[in-house]
């Protein structure tokens, strides 16, 4: 069955964004309800609202003759998460203070399931210490209070207050709606390339974008985790409520992992290391004119090696490979050599797989010997399949089970 979102959209000017958001919940199979304050409709329409959604929008209490139902209460019932997006500093303060003068401050006061508020203002309203006071008091109470995005705001001003983009909004969402299976779980990963630098100007790098690792990362927080995320140098949005350690070098990769590595239960390895670094950094840039046509390497520490070396019997390891010929034979090799529980074996010269792509396809290698081999999908769900897979082997541990 469908998870039924109900949208409360605010007179923000970031109301502009909620077609979008909506349009992304309808396209993850959630069934989106909108209720809109009278202020908000003046920002987007509710017919578009509508139009998108595929339901009715809500924006006036009286407008319609008496009907049998209480309608903000049904609302209110039947949603599995409820959302203010964006919610203005007037909305939070009414809810902060249990003020129910409209449809959507009604209905919010009868919601039972999780609530996610999205604070989008001018960067000193949202500083404003009565706006501060009144986030911290939803957050005492329950509500899951998502932090704006930094940077140019409507009014000119640049600075915190942004609404965060839907995508974001979306992932916040599915967060709350997503199984808490993997509580007390201390779960590490790694995301994206290493730099090795040649000289100040000049570095080794790979096509890793942390898309896949950072897409584990936010699934195992919104399963339950602690997340831990050591991530080389990436470009997109880590959530918020993960611990994200930036490292350059594959060196400086090893040794962050190897300072929280004992405290963990679960590593997932999804980082592109490189294997090799210039044997000699310059200081200075390599003028042409002096420069040999050949860059001496030296080896990089293999961190997951080392992690299997020291794993500890309730200790899960996850590792990746990026293959480009056959996969699954080097795949195996690097399973018993590495010392790993699963090793999720992608072919990188396949359109859709591997570096980039928001899709992988993706083969698990398990330490028992079983294959799977999945079809092209969401980075999202791969991430999803690897993290019910150690949910699965941390079942099987606990009834002394073989991994
Ligand atoms: O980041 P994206 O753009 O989303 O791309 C995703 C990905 C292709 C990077 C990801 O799916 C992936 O395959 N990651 C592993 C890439 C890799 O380095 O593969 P490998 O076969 O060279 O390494 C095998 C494993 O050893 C990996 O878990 C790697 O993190 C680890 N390793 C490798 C070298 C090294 N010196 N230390 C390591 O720990």
Redesign the pocket.
């Known amino acids: 069955m469908k998870s039924r979102v109900l949208l409360g959209v605010t007179g923000g000017i970031a109301a502009y964004k909620t077609p979008w958001l909506v349009r992304l919940l309808v396209e993850s199979g959630m069934d989106v309800h909108v209720v809109m304050t009278r202020a908000a409709t003046q920002f987007v329409t509710p017919l578009t609202l509508a139009t998108v959604s595929g339901n009715r929008v809500e924006h006036d209490m009286w407008e319609k003759p008496f009907e049998p139902q209480i309608e903000h209460i049904t609302l209110a019932d039947q949603a599995d998460v409820a959302v203010i997006a964006p919610a203005t500093a007037n909305i939070i303060g009414k809810i902060a203070s249990g003020i129910a003068d409209d449809l959507l401050t009604t209905m919010f006061m009868a919601v039972t399931c999780p609530a996610l508020i999205c604070p989008s203002m001018n960067v000193n309203m949202f500083r404003n210490p009565v706006v501060q006071r009144n986030l911290n008091r939803l957050r005492e109470l329950g509500y899951h209070v998502l932090d704006p995005a930094s940077g140019y705001l409507a009014c000119g001003w640049v600075g915190e207050g942004r609404l965060p983009e839907p995508e974001c909004i979306v992932e916040e969402i599915r967060g709350l709606l997503a199984p808490r299976d993997l509580e007390g779980e201390n779960v590490l990963v790694?995301?994206?390339p290493t730099e090795e630098p040649l000289d100040p100007v000049r570095f080794l790098t790979n096509?890793?974008?942390?898309?896949?690792?950072v897409a584990v990362a936010t699934r195992a927080l919104a399963r339950g985790a602690h997340v831990t995320l050591v991530a080389g140098p990436i470009n997109i949005p880590v959530p918020q409520g993960l611990k994200h350690v930036p490292v350059r070098t594959?060196q400086e990769m090893h040794d962050r992992v190897m300072e929280v590595s004992s405290r963990m239960s679960v590593i997932i390895?999804?980082?592109?290391?490189?294997?090799f670094r210039p044997a000699v950094e310059s200081a200075d840039k390599i003028k042409k004119e002096f420069a040999e046509p050949h860059i001496p390497l030296a080896p990089?520490?293999?961190?997951?090696?080392a992690l299997g070396a020291r794993k500890r019997p309730d200790q899960i390891l996850v590792?990746?490979?990026?293959?480009t010929g056959d996969a699954v034979e080097n795949g195996r090799k690097?399973l018993v050599s590495?010392n790993l529980d699963l090793l999720?074996v992608?072919d990188?010269t396949r359109p859709g797989a591997?570096?980039?792509?928001d899709t992988?396809i993706a083969r698990f290698l398990h330490r028992s010997g079983l294959e799977e081999e999945f079809e092209i999908m969401p980075?999202r769900k791969v991430a999803d399949l690897i993290l019910d897979r150690v949910r699965d082997l941390r079942k099987n541990l606990k009834t002394g089970g073989e991994r």
């Open positions: 790694t995301a994206g096509r890793s974008s942390g898309k896949m690792g594959a390895k999804a980082a592109a290391v490189a294997d990089n520490p293999d961190i997951l090696k590792g990746f490979a990026a293959e690097k590495k999720v992608n990188v591997g570096f980039d792509y992988n980075k």
